[in-house]
């Protein structure tokens, strides 16, 4: 195969470190310096196929990657105004590159449009309108096939995210304890879902006397970097997903591969891998008694709590490995003739 030059935006150091160490066998990256999305390097390291540069280069590239998720439908925000800008310039000095855009987010935007009126594909609908440039041709990923479903656009494919197991600790003992890890902040509370987080961490307080741990909030553990963040997930013994609309969280794939007993919604594909009591269990996005109460009798059998972990993580080392996912960026540039 020919070597690739690709020219990338920042946005989730997570996903680009996965993405770019994948394509490490056939491509070489460079990062566009910016002052709205940087590289988080407490997080993960700068792949070796990588380097920084400030600026598009006509013909030095073979591909282009930037990145969209549904605040892009709103032209005024900064990260709108930076994809459409950068997309611009890039256009202006060259016609012909290819652009794959990474769509992170799913058309749930209920704080922008909140009266109600607004549907999923109204907002997939005003990204094409306001954004058309941007979007149209030009090809897009999206995280999973519900929201693959969602965004609705004929010139896309889902590429779920792959890691490497051996990049994760896993330990046979487990400390008997449950924990989450999502932003408090950012994009609505109906992505997220943390009012439903929020009840259930107060329900395992209150009636179970459990104290959950929401990871990098006031009271609960505070990772340094990534190493502190992937030995407290090796030991964790339960990891509670209650997102609804974020598609495929990593966080949840982070936990399940280091060997945590996953209770997660089951959103966005996750019914598809989630065999309830088998290697993991699926709650109701909105159910707080029956949630704590899975929890607090999941903490009661350590055993077996860790036993059903143990399964998920087989399951996550053969859905969400890293050999698959590149393979999947292989086949999508095939048959986009970039990579021949």
């Not at 107060?202 to 459990?210: D, F, R, W």
Request: net charge neutral; charged share 30%; glycine share 4%.
């Amino acid at each position: 195969m020919k070597r690739l030059r690709i020219f990338k935006s920042c946005w989730h150091t997570a996903h680009d470190h996965d993405m770019i160490e994948a394509m490490k066998e056939f491509a070489d990256v460079d990062l566009l310096i910016n002052y709205t999305r940087r590289w988080d390097e407490k997080n993960r390291p700068i792949p070796e196929n990588c380097e920084w540069v400030t600026h598009y280069e006509k013909g030095k590239y073979d591909l282009v990657i930037l990145n969209i998720d549904q605040q892009c439908s709103n032209q005024n925000l900064n990260k709108a105004v930076l994809v459409r800008q950068m997309k611009q310039a890039i256009r202006e000095v060259d016609t012909e590159v290819p652009i794959i855009f990474i769509n992170h987010g799913t058309p749930i935007y209920p704080e922008s449009y909140p009266d109600g009126k607004k549907s999923n594909n109204y907002v997939s609908e005003k990204l094409k309108k306001e954004i058309l440039d941007i979007v149209y041709p030009d090809f897009m990923v999206i995280n999973s096939h519900q929201a693959k479903k969602e965004w609705d656009y004929d010139n896309s494919r889902t590429i779920v995210h792959g890691m490497e197991a051996k990049e994760w600790i896993y330990d046979e003992c487990r400390e008997i304890r449950s924990a989450t890890f999502i932003t408090p902040a950012g994009i609505g509370d109906k992505y997220y879902n943390r009012s439903f987080l929020i009840a259930v961490i107060e329900e395992l307080k209150e009636k179970y006397g459990i104290s959950h741990q929401w990871i990098g909030q006031g009271g609960c553990f505070q990772p340094k970097g990534i190493k502190d963040y992937k030995e407290f997930l090796g030991k964790t013994l339960i990891y509670f997903n209650p997102t609804f609309a974020s598609p495929m969280p990593r966080s949840r794939t982070e936990a399940m591969i280091s060997g945590c007993c996953i209770v997660t919604t089951p959103q966005h594909d996750a019914d598809t891998f989630i065999k309830d009591g088998e290697n993991g269990f699926l709650v109701s996005p909105d159910n707080v008694e029956y949630a704590a109460q899975l929890i607090a009798k999941l903490i009661e059998n350590p055993k077996l709590t860790a036993h059903i972990g143990k399964k998920g993580r087989e399951t996550a080392i053969e859905i969400f490995n890293r050999d698959r996912y590149r393979k999947d960026w292989i086949k999508l540039l095939k048959d986009l003739n970039i990579l021949k």
